[in-house]
């Protein structure tokens, strides 16, 4: 037997995790970013044995807000994070993605074939068309806007 | 232990949860007046908490058991899960129309011996899955009239619940809210005939 009355009897509504649940998808776009953040800085904490409170004293600011910051509940301005890399010594956010870096490429080479990942992007060039690798580790300038296909350029290959 | 101090709605009629009088994890750093349905997915999107939980159990998430082993990339997936299961609960609450159907697919019987079970037997310990081959898991006592009442969840690291301390909890935590709809007579004994051990 199941009195279900009595259960709503004693039950309270609680519909506040709908607002919450809103909330997150709300903010998911900034949200996502200040947990990479956030995990980037716990990281960082534990590895250097520094506590969150050295950390806010070293920062100047309270405790409250580094508790707020490794929750990934903080939207930090660029003057915060700035902050944050300067007090840890480490890097938070980069600007790579531009023409001008340079990242190195990973290469699987088989008889058949050269594959190439840049980014998790990949190039797969045959060598019966006449291409063959003979280094296994170079260098490559790269912008994820552009087409992931490679091109042989000035004995570089570019994607 | 897991004193009951109160039972909440979640979604009306169909989806309940437990607020318990004390604090569960020792990763916790906060305790609010919260039902465990919020207190869940309020840690399971706090990468405080997560980085806390997997240095923890680093030798439970470097066992293998889902292919990953970086703490980092661990907090991240639990994130991204978690958000996504929470707006799925969040699309079944909003859409009223075949929320004990949508329920039903979300939840699946605890013990792997009552998976073709279907409709699930009454009082049937289940789990809700995040998504398939999460990690997280919600538990609840199911009523019938596809009522579900959450007791409490975790992160499952290990291929069983009896093996680690966290979720020998959950498995005590759905005989006390048994034991209490015994004793507030929302259930009675001859109802709890139906009542399907686990098979670990």
Redesign the interface.
């Known amino acids: 037997?199941?009195?279900?009355d009595?259960?709503?009897k004693?039950?309270?509504?609680?519909?506040?995790?709908?607002k919450?649940?809103?909330k997150?998808?709300e903010n998911?776009s900034w949200q996502k970013k200040a947990?990479?953040i956030?995990?980037?800085v716990?990281?960082a904490l534990?590895k250097q044995k520094i506590t969150q409170r050295q950390l806010a004293q070293k920062m100047e600011i309270s405790p409250q807000q580094i508790?707020k910051i490794?929750?990934?509940n903080e939207n930090l301005t660029l003057q915060s994070i700035a902050k944050l890399e300067e007090a840890l010594g480490i890097q938070l956010i980069s600007f790579g993605n531009t023409l001008s870096d340079q990242k190195k490429l990973s290469v699987i080479e088989t008889s058949d074939y050269t594959e190439m990942y840049v980014n998790f992007k990949k190039a797969k060039v045959y060598k019966k068309e006449g291409i063959v690798f003979e280094s296994v580790s170079f260098q490559a300038n790269y912008n994820l806007t552009n087409s992931p296909d490679f091109v042989l350029k000035n004995n570089a290959y570019e994607c | 232990m897991f004193a009951i101090e109160?039972?909440?709605?979640?979604i009306?009629?169909k989806l309940?949860?437990v607020k318990y009088s004390a604090l569960q994890d020792d990763c916790e750093?906060e305790f609010g007046d919260i039902?465990e349905?919020?207190r869940l997915?309020?840690l399971w999107?706090?990468?405080?908490?997560l980085?806390c939980f997997f240095?923890r159990h680093l030798e439970d998430l470097k066992s293998g058991f889902f292919g990953v082993t970086s703490?980092?990339e661990a907090?991240?997936i639990t994130?991204n899960e978690a958000?996504n299961f929470?707006?799925e609960?969040?699309s079944v609450?909003?859409n009223k129309i075949n929320t004990a159907q949508s329920l039903q697919e979300i939840f699946r019987p605890l013990s792997d011996s009552d998976k073709d079970k279907y409709p699930i037997p009454?009082y049937l310990k289940s789990k809700a899955y995040g998504s398939r081959k999460s990690w997280l898991r919600l538990y609840a006592l199911r009523?019938?009239?596809n009522?579900y009442i959450i007791t409490g969840g975790g992160i499952k690291l290990t291929r069983t619940m009896n093996t680690r301390i966290h979720l020998k909890n959950e498995l005590k935590k759905l005989d006390i809210l048994k034991q209490f709809?015994i004793d507030?007579?929302?259930?009675?004994y001859?109802?709890m005939i139906d009542f399907i051990e686990l098979n670990l």
């Open positions: 037997m199941i009195n279900i009595k259960l709503n004693i039950a309270e509504s609680d519909h506040t995790w709908q919450r649940a809103e997150r998808k998911r947990q990479i956030a995990v980037k716990l990281s534990k508790n490794v929750k990934g | 109160k039972i909440e709605e979640i009306q009629g309940y949860a750093t039902n349905f919020g997915f309020n999107q706090d990468t405080s908490y980085f240095n703490v980092e907090i991240l994130i958000y929470e707006q609960l969040l609450a909003k009454l009523l019938n009239d009522i709809l507030q007579g929302i259930v009675d001859d109802g």
